[in-house]
């Protein structure tokens, strides 16, 4: 059974940055995309970006330009760089497969906040 581990959050000044990881117990190589979601306070659970194993990669229109995805099938990790971090970026960050097939790990709280 494949299970997610995503770390890296924090709080952070509006303008900085963070770097979320998330290590997938199991082979990913079978999973086309995988994405990063987050979920704020009161509201549903969104995609924020994916990659396909191909390298394609898609990202909401409010995180364009300022997050980057990335992933490494060797080392069954997928990663989230945030810069310009703003105060509506705060959620619980998780990462699963788009579609979001596989079970939710524990996510990741991040707040951006002066």
């Known amino acids: 059974q494949v299970q997610l581990v995503e770390s890296g959050g924090g709080s952070v ?3 900085g940055s963070l770097r979320l990881s998330c290590v997938i117990s199991g082979r990913i190589f079978n999973i086309n995309r995988m994405a990063w979601y987050r979920q704020a306070p009161g509201k ?3 995609l924020v970006a ?3 194993s191909g390298g394609i990669t898609n990202y909401a229109d409010s995180v364009k330009g300022r ?3 990335s992933r490494d099938n060797a080392k069954n990790t997928v990663s989230l760089q945030m810069n310009s971090l703003q105060p509506e970026d705060t959620a619980v ?3 699963n497969g788009l579609p979001a097939l596989l079970s939710w790990g524990q996510g990741t709280q991040v707040t951006v906040s002066s």
Request: hydrophobic letters at 20%.
């Open 67 to 69: 997050f980057t995805i």
């Open 50 to 52: 994916s990659m396909s």
């Open 93 to 95: 960050y998780y990462c």
């Open 13 to 15: 000044q509006p303008g």
């Open 44 to 46: 549903q659970r969104e």
